[in-house]
């Protein structure tokens, strides 16, 4: 692990990359506080020609809304630039799986996965329908449904038992319909404390199914092919920066790009990353540091 | 494995036991519709003055729902002869973990579960108070509560996230709060097909926090520990008549009792039952063979 602490050390971390991925909350902000220097970064690096790409395990918000909340802190971001586990489910179904147009996706999440789906001309059932709650006497009315080829399953704030019975039917009675998640983080950081996450939510189809979803999001790869399959980029000139080391660093590494971890985030400490088995090529004391170093 | 196919060996089964424990779907009935001699068998059976308990692992009622439902079916039961997975955990939580009286208990789950703590002189929250949804700008105020000294969760029509918050930051920031579920079944059997069950919809609680509940139901062993103490019974003359051999079965062997399978439910023939690993002392056709080949 090479740890960044001088203006030279800087300079050639930001000279030998092409692109950088970043995750964003612990690099870019904490809740809603942009971290010190990131701004003057991302502008150094956007100045000197380099590609920004915003990647995130959130689905509840479409990239149209990343975009508003980075200018509502004082960054810039363009809806190309962002890449979340929302939009690469949509991205997924259409460029990968491509889901025959005729077939409908059941989605189990937020309104910002539904605007992702739809703006890739997919058919989306569930969100904002499936809201009420069900009893025992109406449970029979849902049925197997072969319209629906594909179940999409992300963080849902408004999740019923009506949606997982949904959910379970499509896929329980059809073995073709592709069981789809956006990412498995069991917890969601909000507050300076946790909350169940996607991951957590997800659990009842994958017990009830005995079957695991295709997850999107960090750190598996299905989003990396899909960012790869749309930008084509250079491995060799791409760096992921992230501050969770399971998830951002692994997703880098197991991807064949470079990594640098910042200890803004999860990860806090020198000693937790020296620890760890899964070691970042780069280190940071903070994203801002590029800025600081070569100021 | 004895298959009891005459007069003599279904007598001969009867006088060796003083009480039969029945799981009920599947066994006394199917759905709507009570099988064939299953009444005529009781009516036996408690002439012959046997004890009759009836185990299930169904959360949702309570024992005098239940009664009231053996009664809609032609059937006779008193609440005494009823031990649901919400009445054990009522009694658990009472006689076993001995919850101290100033201490609550969060529970998700239907009104028959909060019916069955509040006969047991619990304290209980959450059934009937958190069906509204919640979103991300109030998710700050669910947070830890010290009162809160066990969280039951069971079958749910009407969970919310705001459930699944309480849940989880009650037991994630109290390592003294006990988590106890009614029952792991994955899938809830209705109409001919199967939704998710119980055991499903606690998994949100279990990714999160990485750590498993105390199960009440068949076929972990609390149960049968609630029972042997409020009943006082002789193993050697006990008999545990279920469906379902993982579960029913295994609930018996697990707890030295003798085991009858019948092929009324979920298990339907003799060649399942003679492959599975786990072996019935017992087997017959159905409940109502006791009084077909007897009378």
Redesign the interface.
Known sequence: MHKITTAEEAQAFIDRFDTFLFDCDGVLWQGKHVLDGVCETMDILRAKGKRLLFVTNNS?KSRAEYVEKFKSLGLTATEDEIFSSAYASAYYIKNLLKLPADKKVYAFGEGGLRTELEAEGIQVRGIDED?D????DT??T?KPNPEIGAVVMGF??????RK??RA??YL??NPECTFIATNED??YP??G?????A???I??????L?REPLYMGKPQQTMLDCIMLKYHLDKEKTCMVGDRINTDILFGINGGLSTLLVLTGVTTKESEAEASEIQAEYLANSLGDLYHLTK
Chains 1, 2 share one sequence.
């Open positions: 509840t809201n709650p069900i009893n025992f449970l029979h849902i849902d704030a408004d999740l019923t038992y997982y019975a379970f039917t329980y009675h069991a917890t909000i507050g404390t946790v909350y169940p996450g991951g957590a939510l659990s009842p189809i994958i017990t009830a005995g």
